[in-house]
């Protein structure tokens, strides 16, 4: 008997047990919408996570400091320590193998020219003083670069605008900071204006005058328009380069060349021009290049670390959750392939008569087998198509509320299920192979059953 | 059953001729379904050896078995055993189906063996839109479909009236004289066996106890 005509009587037989066979069918349904929806919630939420964090920077970013110092308990430390370790043959494994390499603007330029390397700055953290509403306190002032524009922290500002250019005197703070200062209505703080001071190397710079560890210095004061005021976003790792006080890289660059940052380091006098950075952040285009980038800075002479490794691990555990809940989802479907084998025994009960007639005209025991099989085969598609469908719209549904849920909580709404092309494939061929083996035990006996006593059958 | 192992056929011999006309004659329980069953392939002996065409069936596979009931033999049965939810035409193609011959090939084959049995306009006639005799007509033409040189014909009259009994065995002789296909038809009615076979095999608790041919020998 040819394929085809085996899909023909199987057809006919399906269509004469309409009921028993949609019902059937919908119990696969809804065993594989439990199935793909369980697993689409785990590569949503995922995607969420993972999502957030690369976009946060946290993995496509390197820090750079000078040497090759380890770093204890940040990753890149063993590749760091490995490679000293080659170089010396297992002797001071902590001494540099070369000098350290000065972490100037000159090596800021280096790694930029690098490929894949999308930004490269240096990581400015700035001691000033803030003097607002009459009160001064310290704070340390961060320089942000304009790529950070619209990425991590600044996907979202809750108050105000990311800086209207590089170079302007305009301030971010955070919320927490903002609240420090006015406690009852931070956002009234977008517009106003901080004074923030540092002390001037030179003498002469027309502040007032100073003393840092027994040296005159110079307390400047520049007043900044505040522009936006950030959020701390939840999630773990999203907050890389968030700090109490925020302003445009170009002017902490200005101001770190002419303020006393360590006072040891002005003491021995070093030229403001000459000034060394103690990081520089270099930004990759993808997470996927950061292990590459970092072994080229490496090979530079300086120290390079990434959490790269941390992103690895995270995904391994979003697969654990997905092998959950997939497990969870399988529980519908196991209950369903009993479906199709109850429904298939009941076929071949009703139909005993009928495949001893095709037995006794010539049937053969692969011809009987593979029209049940063929008809299990179908109700598992049928069942595959539409638990996708179904538990598409279910997940639809569920986000939809969720998502309300979410946003009347003050989070940021997103798709909590996601179904990519894998999942859709992924979950027929399942559905597929699941009623070929609840469908194998019916067939075979169908195929075994004697020709005289199923003929003798009423 | 219960233990107890029925011989349902013992110390049997018995020798058909190609282009033979046989009726095996007993009551209930005498065996001669069980012997048509195992000429038919449906059964296999567990001891002693059945040839047919210089084939063992005893040492057949399930395959062979399936190959000979497509191939070599067609079977008629008392209740017809045709599938209820097919057609005439559906019917008579299942067995070419089985054979693997082309959809619109078998087909016109069938409707060509519907037309044979005067049965041209009931083709797409499902069983039960038939009477009994029409019935058994498409079961002569669904055994006929793969043009097997055996026909096996177990009680084809039993559910007829008299009158659509003598068309049936008339055609069944026919298929004998004209085409040349042997013929085993099992029956309990003596004068039946009588009228249309040439030779009558009797049997009585799976034993041959009568054999017209040995005596036409002895005579």
Known sequence: MTFTDTLLLAFRNLRQSRLRTSLTTLGVAIGIASLAGMVSLGVGLQEQVVGRLTQSGVFDSITVTSGRANIPGLGGMGRGRAAGRGGQGGQGSTTPTTPAAPLDDAAVARFAALSHVRDAYPTLRIPMSYKYDGRTNAALAAGIPESSRGEGAFQSITHGTFFPDATGASVMLTLEMAQQLNADAPASLVGQTLELSYADSAPNAGGTPEFVAGVQVTRVSLPFTIVGIVERDPAPGANLGLSAVMIPLEQAKAINARAIANPQAFLQGAAPQTRRYTGVTVRVNSAANTQDVQDQIKAMGFTAFSLNDALQGAKRAFLLLDILLALVGSIALAVSSLGIVNTMVMSILERTREIGIMKAIGGSDRDVRGIFLVEAATIGLIGGVAGIVLGWGVGRLINIGANIYIERQGGTAGDLFSLPWWLILGAMAFALVVSLVAGSYPARRAARLDPIQALRHE | ?219
Do not use: W
């Not at chain 2, 038939?130 to 033409?141: D, I, M």
């Not at chain 2, 004289?177 to 009585?204: F, N, P, Q």
């Open chain 2, 1 to 219: 059953m219960g233990g107890t192992i029925v011989k349902a056929l013992d110390d049997l011999t018995l020798d058909v001729a190609e282009g033979e006309f046989v009726a095996l004659v007993g009551t209930s329980g005498s065996g001669k379904s069980t012997l048509l069953n195992l000429i038919g392939g449906l059964d296999q002996p567990s001891a002693g050896s059945l040839e047919v065409r210089g084939r063992d069936l005893a040492r057949m596979t399930r395959d062979e078995l399936s190959l000979h009931r497509r191939n070599t033999v067609g079977m008629i049965f008392q209740s017809f055993n045709l599938v209820p939810s097919m057609t005439a035409v559906e019917n008579i193609a299942l067995s070419l189906m089985f054979a693997g011959v082309p959809r619109a090939e078998r087909d016109q084959r069938a409707s060509a063996l519907l037309e044979a049995m005067g049965l041209g306009g009931r083709q797409r006639h499902r069983p039960k839109e038939l009477s009994g005799g029409e019935q058994q007509r498409v079961a002569v033409a669904r055994a006929l479909a793969n043009q097997p040189p055996l026909l096996l014909a177990d009680e084809p009259t039993g559910n007829l009236d008299s009158r659509t009994s003598r068309e049936i065995m008339d055609l069944i002789r026919t298929l004998n004289e004209r085409d040349g296909k042997t013929i085993i038809l099992v029956t309990h009615d003596a004068a039946l066996a009588s009228t249309y076979a040439r030779r009558t095999v009797t049997l009585l608790d799976g034993h041959v106890i009568s054999d017209t041919a040995a005596e036409l020998e002895r005579a």
